[in-house]
């Protein structure tokens, strides 16, 4: 079994990539003039979509890079230069912008009743980031024990993402533009550090191959 810095590394990884905090007031936008059960319906679906999809790649992940002869330690230097874009967009605040503006997209084309599905749980919750975080641990949690351990932590940050859609409108109103502001900034510095530890992992790796 992993110990608890890999189990604590991955569970801030993935849950960084998913950014629920930041997820919350698209959220509010998206469900605007539903009632609370039919928010909570929305919520509960788009949670157990996105943990089916970032599941499939926790489990079959270097299955599906195989099929197109790429390595794992390509994918995790490739995946490590994905998740520091991802950061750089979170540290100056343009990937919040570009998630406004698929929910708005979302929003015209009248897409309500599916928006658990699209644009929530894809791509707003397993996204590009999450999913490349995914495919990427699946390579450090090799072995059965070890790749229920991985699924654990999905869990884990699905239902933390729950719980955020659930409080959405006290943690928006707490934070405000402000305090969302400083915590996406300061995840978004955490997520560079670990995208440059996948990406000096996967040289390694590709080094002594």
Known sequence: ???????????????VTIDPPGLAPLFLALTSGMSRDQRSQVSIRASVIGFC?????????????SVFGITLPAFRVAGGFLLFFIAFEMVFERRQDR???ISDVAI???QIHN????????PLIAGPGAISATVLMSGTFQGVGPRVALLGIIFACLLVTYLVFLLSERIDRFLGQTGRSILTRLLGVI???L???FVADGIKALAAS
Do not use: W
Request: aromatic residues 10%; glycine residues 2%; without cysteine.
């Open 108 to 110: 015209s084309q009248d």
């Open 53 to 65: 999809v970032m599941a499939l790649f926790a489990v079959a992940g270097a299955s599906i890079l």
């Open 195 to 197: 995208a440059v530890q």
């Open 191 to 193: 997520l560079a550090a």
């Open 99 to 101: 998630k406004e503006k």
């Open 115 to 122: 928006i658990a599905a699209f644009p929530l749980a894809i």
């Open 1 to 15: 079994m992993p110990n608890f810095d890999s189990i604590f590394n991955a569970f801030v990884t993935i849950l």
